[in-house]
């Protein structure tokens, strides 16, 4: 890096700080219009703090700002998550050039330059499309939906970038939400296949509709399929999907069950895989496991990533099949090896478990770490409970917290709670009990046995929310319901002794004592 650039970067990013107020690193446009003041040759720098402060770089040293200063961090850990955390959108330079900026502007004394966060390989990989990416972000972030389908595109796919589900699906809503057909079309499929987020076939049908009402063909059979069929989040509806088949002019048959069985006859591996998920459901036809099992099998065998994965999950339980951890194990290789970061995620708990293969604790951690910088919400929240507890990596409760926070945000209820627990306790991040509150809030609606009991405790002791013993009795009522015997015993000590918003209930209190086998004088 080039010392006088990053001297002169340096000083514009002091003056533009000194000048606005730390808090200008969370506005990005405003922070380069008064850049571009201060700093008018460097243009080519400006553009990268464009892309680095849209992706919300500039929060990471505004909430570290404080602790480092007074010694309680070490500023370069900072500055290498914010290298890492951009380095997919600028070439590794840029990455540290921002960093290191911003990081002697603050007066961060001991700042040294970041290491590449990217092995030879990646750089080598990624490097020579870093300058197409960076344009990319900045004409997306400018409101072209060309630049934005574009860039999900290159998630999606991994083109010039590592392949991330979660981020494609990021750009796909932004030009989807600004109208583009192509976007809609392709965060319909996300949805409906659960890639890059949770599989939701309501807001699968959402997305195919606008792409459809835009004359989209493939958009418009696949509405009618969610209509009929339904699935997750969505109802089958005969009436709506024959109105869409009238409205477009497509015959009903077509994405429906005549429609896949006739394909699935004719070896064509998706609608193979379509037609076993139908049997293994008992949806538009009988339920039936053992047939799920034999086009799975169909699927599976032209190398159908989707179907592995099924095969691997009726294999591990027993559906339609003799339990086989083995064979469910070489499933899920086969399918991860194919893309599929589910298959990825079963796999590295078999390691972790030692099931149907050899217990193998440094690969799970690896693997569930794979599937989590995918976007996966139930590896993001594995790999954190791989980092809390020193499961295959060393102990490190800051990095535990930082993949249950991003589990959390995916609304995976696992995440949410243990998110909250870290929160709640202080364990690897600052003591927030207000948020800690609101997470347990999150995973409690979501029947989390846990997070409604440790909710509860939040109402009994005022911790991030006032006493109310009324709500607190709610959260035990239906931790309890669900087979906590500690939660039991809370609820029947908020009837004995009463609280704030909550009489004393001896009479409830007997009633619980007596439904959940409680010595009621032992409490």
Request: glycine content about 8%; aromatic content about 12%.
């Amino acid at each position: 890096m080039d010392s006088k650039t990053l001297n002169e970067s340096s000083q514009a990013v002091k003056q533009v700080v000194d000048r606005f107020g730390i808090e200008i690193l969370g506005d990005h446009k405003r922070f380069c219009s008064a850049f571009a003041d201060f700093a008018p040759k460097l243009s080519k720098e400006n553009k990268a703090f464009f892309v680095a402060l849209s992706e919300n770089i500039g929060s990471i040293f505004i909430r570290e700002n404080a602790d480092v200063v007074a010694g309680n961090k070490n500023p370069d850990d900072i500055i290498q998550r914010a290298v890492k955390d951009i380095s997919e959108y600028l070439n590794n330079e840029k990455a540290e050039l921002v960093a290191l900026s911003i990081a002697a502007a603050l007066d961060w004394k001991s700042a040294a330059p970041a290491e590449n966060t990217q092995e030879s390989e990646d750089s080598s990989t990624y490097g020579s499309s870093a300058s197409l990416i960076e344009d990319l972000f900045k004409r997306a972030q400018n409101g072209d939906n060309d630049a934005c389908f574009n860039l999900g595109e290159h998630f999606f796919y991994g083109r010039g970038v590592k392949q991330d589900y979660a981020k494609a699906v990021k750009w796909y809503i932004m030009s989807s939400d600004r109208g583009d057909c192509s976007s809609q079309k392709k965060l319909a499929d996300c949805y409906y296949l659960g890639q890059g987020t949770e599989r939701n076939v309501a807001k699968a049908a959402k997305r195919y509709e606008q792409a459809a009402e835009q004359g989209d063909y493939d958009s418009q059979k696949a509405l009618i399929r969610c209509y009929m069929l339904g699935g997750n989040g969505l109802l089958p509806d005969a009436k709506k999907a024959e109105y869409y088949s009238k409205r477009y002019s497509i015959p009903i048959s077509q994405g429906t069950t005549e429609d896949i069985l006739k394909n699935a006859m004719a070896g064509i591996p998706s609608a193979q895989f379509k037609l076993g998920n139908m049997y293994l459901h008992g949806t538009g036809m009988e339920r039936s496991p053992e047939t799920a099992i034999t086009w799975f099998k169909k699927a599976a065998d032209q190398n159908f990533p989707a179907a592995q994965f099924n095969l691997g999950v009726c294999y591990y339980f027993g559906i339609g099949v003799p339990r086989d951890r083995i064979t469910a194990v070489d499933q899920y290789k086969k399918a991860a090896k194919g893309g599929d970061m589910d298959a990825l995620n079963n796999l590295a708990g078999c390691f972790m478990r030692g099931e149907g293969i050899q217990a193998d604790q440094s690969a799970a951690a690896r693997y569930y770490k794979k599937a989590a910088e995918s976007g996966l919400a139930k590896a993001q929240y594995n790999y954190g409970e791989c980092c809390f507890n020193g499961f295959g990596v060393p102990k490190d409760a800051r990095e535990a917290v930082k993949w249950y926070k991003e589990a959390a945000i995916q609304g995976d209820p696992d995440g949410q709670y243990s998110y909250g627990w870290c929160l709640r306790d202080g364990l690897g991040c600052l003591r927030d009990n207000s948020l800690a509150k609101n997470m347990f809030e999150k995973a409690a609606a979501q029947r989390h046995t846990a997070a409604q009991k440790a909710l509860g405790y939040c109402y009994a002791n005022g911790t991030g929310t006032p006493r109310n013993y009324a709500s607190a009795a709610d959260q035990f009522a239906k931790a309890a319901a669900a087979g906590d015997k500690e939660a039991a015993k809370l609820l029947v000590a908020c009837y004995k002794y009463g609280g704030d918003y909550l009489a004393v209930n001896d009479a409830k209190a007997h009633y619980y004592a007596d439904q959940y086998s409680l010595d009621y004088d032992m409490i």
